[in-house]
T-cell receptor
Framework: RKEVEQDPGPFNVPEGATVAFNCTYS??????FFWYRQDCRKEPKLLMS???SGNEDGRFTAQLNRASQYISLLIRDSKLSDSATYLC???????????FGQGTTLQVKP | ETGVTQSPTHLIKTRGQQVTLRCSSQ?????VSWYQQALGQGPQFIFQ???????GRGNFPPRFSGLQFPNYSSELNVNALELDDSALYLC??????????????FGAGSRLTVL
């Protein structure tokens, strides 16, 4: 079993739609979690950190449920520019070793 | 503030050859991590270097080796290349201090094709 698992998609949604991505992790020792965004043939870039209390950044909302070992990302009012692969990421400690999920591909269509 | 730079951006090798990939860390960062990203997969942790020593390693064979230099730049060396080594190799730097590491900054990657 992979340490971080995501549905690879692709998710095809119209502009303006709300879309949610889910992610589960297997190692309860995982301490910190993030969502990264990766555009085609580019490097991953940090989208947002994920906190147990839930956090929001504009149209993006991230949630962490440690009891269920589950992470989510909600994107409201999807834009064409949101089309990318979204990577769920955990860390075992504060050493900088990131454990990536496979990534979920989002395609927003006009 | 300069970001993370990697070279070369693309290269083609044949099975059995050796390759060296280079990475310059972001200014102010002291730690470099290397990741391998195969097509359609998430990046996989290879190893991390801190203070010129390996500081953690993923599930990669010994033919994957690295170096970190006093200026915090780094190299990834892969010997006896195999077809499955074809991937995007990502370097990421961060600052590791007494309170832990800050967020990683990734370079644009080196895309290796093994024929």
């Amino acid at each position: 079993r992979k340490e971080v698992e995501q549905d690879p998609g692709p998710f095809n949604v119209p502009e303006g739609a709300t879309v949610a991505f889910n992610c589960t992790y297997s190692n309860s020792a995982s301490q910190s979690f993030f969502w990264y965004r990766q555009d085609c043939r580019k490097e991953p870039k940090l989208l947002m950190s994920v906190y147990s209390s839930g956090n929001e950044d504009g149209r993006f909302t991230a949630q962490l449920n440690r009891a269920s070992q589950y992470i989510s990302l909600l994107i409201r009012d999807s834009k064409l520019s949101d089309s990318a692969t979204y990577l769920c990421v955990g860390t075992l400690s504060n050493t900088g070793k990131l454990i990536f999920g496979q990534g979920t591909t989002l395609q927003v269509k006009p | 503030e300069t970001g993370v730079t990697q070279s070369p951006t693309h290269l083609i090798k044949t099975r059995g050859q050796q390759v060296t990939l280079r990475c310059s860390s972001q200014s102010g960062h002291n730690t470099v991590s290397w990741y391998q990203q195969a097509l359609g997969q998430g990046p996989q942790f290879i190893f991390q270097y801190y203070r010129e020593e390996e500081n953690g390693r993923g599930n990669f064979p010994p033919r994957f080796s690295g170096l970190q230099f006093p200026n915090y730049s780094s190299e990834l060396n892969v010997n006896a290349l195999e077809l499955d080594d074809s991937a995007l190799y990502l370097c990421a730097s961060s600052f590791l201090g007494s309170s832990g590491a800050n967020v990683l900054t990734f370079g644009a990657g080196s895309r290796l094709t093994v024929l």
